[in-house]
């Protein structure tokens, strides 16, 4: 596999471009603080490979922190958003002398950088948006693969439970001055799989009174945490820790996010 840089645009539509407004309220601080503990428990990395990066809304900052970041996203749009972020950064020139912030296009089944890393994140349920067991013991196999003896891989999924209460608590809306949704949810119980669907109405740029609408459908599932652990070993990992929420501790049923630390 040969690494692609991408800046220019193409495939997750226009969805990349009201991204940031929609998540403005996620807990980034929290992901990045979750990754600095593991790090000083696990050892510091200085490379580290983003699966999902999205709109570089962690890989900017871990950059900003002197880390060597590799974005890794299929879509090329949300690429070419983290790109135009890089640049509009207070360290935007930095990062462009010293080439420490590159984004790439590959898909997550199958990424492969020319040198292996120190760590490999994977946050904001990324992992989740994997439809097939088979897709995601194949991000597993390419992720040990891909970092150094002693690499850590951390990420987040949702618990099964989640996506439960996802479906008795819909629908969800919001109504800010710039975009609103209409979010509902169906899930497939058999397979723990829910399909999310938002009509979202984004203002138009330099107007009042114009609004487009347009509509995402976005599919997610979540897998047993005792198969994910299995998978883990069966992938050449030697210690899999879960915790659950930010915290550092053992997750249980009533958990929202597990928070996977892993070691090569």
């Known amino acids: 596999m040969i690494e692609s840089t991408v800046y220019l645009v193409s495939s997750y539509g226009k969805f990349a471009y009201v991204y940031d407004v929609l998540m403005a309220d996620m807990p980034y601080p929290d992901w990045l603080t979750f990754a600095e503990t593991a790090w000083k428990k696990y050892g510091k990395p200085l490379t580290v490979a983003e699966l999902g990066c999205g709109t570089g809304s962690i890989t900017i900052p871990l950059a900003?922190?002197?880390?060597?970041?590799?974005?890794i996203d299929l879509s090329s749009d949300m690429l070419s958003v983290a790109q135009r972020k890089m640049e509009e950064h207070p360290q935007g020139r930095r990062f462009l002398r010293e080439g420490s912030v590159r984004?790439?296009?590959q898909n997550m089944k199958e990424w492969e950088l020319l040198e292996p890393v120190?760590?490999?994140i994977s946050f904001c349920d990324c992992l989740n948006y994997l439809l097939e067991e088979s897709d995601i013991s194949a991000v597993f196999a390419r992720t040990y693969a891909g970092l150094k003896?002693?690499?850590t891989f951390l990420f987040d999924v949702h618990h099964p439970n989640t996506l439960i209460r996802y479906e008795q608590e819909q629908p969800f809306i919001l109504d800010e001055a710039t975009v609103s949704?209409?979010?509902t949810c169906e899930l497939d119980a058999p397979r723990c799989e829910i399909e999310h669907h938002l009509s979202i109405f984004?203002?138009?740029e330099g107007r009042s009174d114009?609004?487009?609408?347009?509509?995402e459908t976005h599919i997610q599932r979540a897998y047993d945490p005792e198969w994910m652990t299995a998978e883990l070993f069966k992938a050449g990992f030697s210690t899999v820790n879960i915790y659950a929420d930010f915290e550092w501790a053992e997750a249980d049923e009533d958990a929202e996010?597990?928070?996977y630390v892993v070691v090569k």
């Open 181 to 183: 949704y209409i979010w």
């Open 103 to 105: 984004w790439v296009r």
């Open 202 to 204: 984004a203002r138009e």
């Open 64 to 71: 900003a922190e002197g880390y060597h970041m590799t974005g």
């Open 118 to 120: 120190d760590s490999v």
């Open 149 to 151: 003896p002693g690499g």
């Open 257 to 259: 996010r597990l928070f």
């Open 210 to 215: 114009l609004y487009r609408r347009f509509e």
